[in-house]
């Protein structure tokens, strides 16, 4: 018996068998059924882990189809769609995935069915059933109004109605149901005879293309794995390369014998379907995963999806540099950001604002655009630099200190620096169209020490503090 | 029989690899191009060393030989983060400033010296880029003769010229091509502003060839380094008999 707290109230969320035998029911306040039953054993609800165990039982009925949608707290709605015949049809399927769960200790309740609404009021009230396209209205029937799951409201107003079963809701014209419940109700019910269609939600981002490999005898070894994905991509390829197009994410997905799963995506720059490529940027991240690829008894089915593909179009000549060069750098940036991340290779581009440590922008470079702003130089020609090579990121506070002979020294992580020259200020002011309260704006100095290192220094505030943006070269 | 022979070596001397392995770019200082018998090899290891405290100076000799031997070609800076921390973020319109364009620049970061080594080995292997430059602070014990054997050897497999920037570390064996050890130069007393980034370069190691220290002026402008035009200081020149004799008997 497990309990949770509902509107301030504890109430019965799952009940045994045995217990719904003496009169027990979902919903129920829990002082009602002790009430009745002195000896109930209660467990309070986990709802995180509940979803947690849904997940993986989402993730295991992934080997029967990519599309896996979750329906309340303890459903799961599998589109089969095209995929049924795979598994020797309809009926096999359901049999084998109610049977499987059963055999992994799940209490399990199944249907098919043309749409998904009816499909879950068949699972309520016709577990095992499969129901042939054009029969759902005739088969529902039957079936009581709360097959249709609507909210409680609704199900009483129909049971004081005198509305018992679904046909006989069926009977009444739309326009007073409309009338009476609103738009959405007449939607589920067209639904629930087989009418009209309502998309699932998918659990995970639709695969677009997808190759998948069974195996009688599940697979361990690294060689047979990479073979494999070799395999798959070259079969994924032939697809892209029909239509056009290159995949900018794929996913491996190993399922293993025992049940558990693994996804491994990769993503790359631009439109990709060279084998050979996505075998090698498969090959590094499995090389680098931190967690490496534990193979267990063995995978007995691997599936590659693009689940991002592009048009792969032919690149128009470049006069300086060649269409090779550029292919031959983005697959570098690939196989970095596989290796590190994609956060980690970066490429600049120009930012339009005048403050120096937001001038320019650091972007993944797998993701990087081309953008219409220009770099500007500030300098005029002839000039030396007028921003430092290195900026620091974090303030460094600096102070100036004056000896007795006037000359001054500037004292920076605790070492003193005889100041020689000294240029400025150059006034930067902040944005005020973009805070509120500006931060002050700072007067930035170029300052050389004694050896020639030349530093970009700032004064800022009231009283003035002064820090340490860059060192030139 | 010796017509075919003289064509068959002729044939193997025109492999484009071999070829383009030995182009050496001049720098523009004419000393020091002297010195290096032409200018600097590109497709090899060389490796700048940073004095204490001229970290950002280091940065900018590094990026300006990058950018002569890179040519029109993009450039990989592979740094770590304690780097970024320590000595400064790399600024996109610091290297605007100096005259290089941000655009040509790939910025990978990467957290420990091992990752930047392998992250090296595979960028040397891209024909595409022009050169890779790997900032490595301190002296990791991963970074020892047989790495640098293999970087050199990853490089002379392409055309990829690799230059290992290291931040306070002392030189130790290494099978660079060259080493230099970079400081910045004090601009003369009575100048009114001061000029372009200057450099006291010295090469204080060339496999095939002389050493020698100069002041080198960067150019901005023009992408080269100069000689620097002051008088206060005075280089020392690598080709004075004494100096050459000095080294004679070193050698």
């Known amino acids: 018996m497990v309990v949770a707290k509902v509107d301030n109230a504890l109430r019965l969320s799952a009940v045994e068998r045995k217990a719904t035998a003496l009169g027990l029911a979902i919903g129920q306040p829990l002082a009602n059924a002790r009430a009745t039953l002195p000896a109930l054993k209660v467990v309070a609800a986990n709802e995180p882990d509940d979803l947690k165990l849904l997940t993986r039982i989402a993730d295991w009925c992934d080997r029967f189809t990519p599309h896996v949608a979750f329906d309340g707290p303890r459903g799961l709605l599998l589109d089969v769609t095209g995929a049924a015949h795979l598994f020797g049809g309809e009926q096999a399927l359901l049999n084998r995935i109610r049977e499987s769960l059963k055999a992994q200790g799940f209490a399990v309740r199944g249907a098919m069915a043309g749409t998904a609404v009816a ?254 702003l220009m770099w500007k130089k500030i300098r005029e020609p002839g000039d030396a630099p007028r921003r430092p090579l290195r900026l620091f990121t974090r303030l460094e506070p600096v102070t100036l200190l004056a000896t007795a002979s006037g000359a001054q020294h500037l004292r920076w992580r605790k070492v003193q620096h005889a100041v020689a020259h000294c240029e400025g200020p150059e006034r930067i002011a902040m944005e005020w169209w973009r805070h509120e309260t500006p931060p002050p704006e700072r007067d930035y100095f170029r300052v050389e020490d004694g050896e020639g290192r030349r530093y970009w220094l700032y004064r800022a505030g009231v009283p003035p503090q002064w820090f340490l943006h860059g060192i030139f070269a | 029989m010796r017509m075919e022979k003289i064509a068959a070596l002729r044939a193997s001397l025109a492999r484009p690899g071999l070829a383009e392995a030995s182009i050496r770019i001049p720098l523009g200082h004419a000393a020091a191009d002297l010195c290096l018998k032409g200018g600097l090899e590109r497709g090899v290891l060389h490796e700048v060393f940073a004095a204490i405290g001229h970290e950002a100076a280091a940065t900018g000799f590094t990026a300006g030989l990058a950018a002569r031997v890179a040519a029109r070609k993009r450039l990989l800076w592979i740094r770590q983060d304690y780097s970024a921390l320590e000595f400064g973020e790399l600024s996109a319109t610091g290297f605007l400033e100096f005259g290089i364009d941000p655009a040509r620049l790939l910025l990978l970061c990467v957290a420990d010296a091992a990752d930047a080594l392998r992250a090296t080995n595979d960028a040397l292997s891209c024909a595409a880029l022009g050169a890779v430059v790997i900032e490595i602070p301190g002296r990791p014990k991963i970074l020892d003769l047989m790495a640098s054997r293999r970087l050199t050897l990853a490089c002379v497999q392409k055309t990829v010229t690799a230059f290992l920037l290291r931040f306070n570390a002392e030189p130790e064996a290494s099978t660079a091509e060259t080493r230099w050890l970079v400081r910045a130069a004090p601009s003369p007393p009575q100048a009114e502003n001061w000029g372009h980034p200057v450099f006291e370069a010295g090469l204080i190691r060339n496999r095939h060839g002389r050493t020698g220290e100069w002041v080198m002026e960067w150019s901005c402008d023009d992408g080269l380094f100069k000689e620097a035009d002051r008088g206060a200081v005075v280089s020392a020149p690598c080709d004075r008999p004494a100096a050459a004799a000095r080294q004679a008997a070193s050698r």
Do not use: C
């Open chain 1, 119 to 372: 499909a879950r009021a068949f699972a309520r009230y016709r577990d095992g059933a499969v129901i042939a396209p054009g029969e759902e209205a005739e088969t529902i029937a039957p079936l009581p109004v709360a097959a249709l799951n609507l909210d409680h409201i609704t199900t009483h107003a129909f049971r004081r109605a005198g509305l018992k079963t679904v046909g006989q809701v069926a009977s009444r014209k739309r326009t007073e149901m409309t009338a009476r419940f609103g738009a959405g109700m007449v939607a589920i019910l067209d639904q629930a005879l087989g009418h009209g269609t309502q998309p699932l939600s998918p659990r995970l981002p639709r695969a677009l293309y997808w190759k998948e490999q069974n195996f009688a005898e599940p697979i361990a070894t690294e060689e047979v794995i990479r073979a494999t994905l070799k395999s798959l991509a070259a079969a994924l390829a032939s697809v892209l390369e029909k239509r056009g197009e290159g995949a900018r994410r794929l996913e491996a997905v190993f399922f293993r014998a025992d049940g558990a799963l693994r996804r491994i995506a990769i993503e790359m720059g631009v439109p990709t379907r060279e084998p050979a490529v996505i075998e090698r940027l498969f090959r590094e991240k499995l090389e680098t995963l931190a967690d490496p690829l534990d193979p267990g008894f063995g995978f007995d089915l691997i599936r590659l999806s693009a689940s991002r593909v592009e048009r792969a179009q032919g690149e128009v000549a470049d006069f300086d540099v060649s269409i090779n060069e550029k292919a031959d750098i983005s697959f570098l940036v690939d196989r970095l950001a596989t290796r590190f991340g994609s956060q980690r290779i970066l490429a600049f581009q120009p930012n339009d604002t005048h403050i120096p440590e937001a001038a320019w922008l650091a972007v993944p470079a797998q993701y990087a655009q081309p953008t219409k």
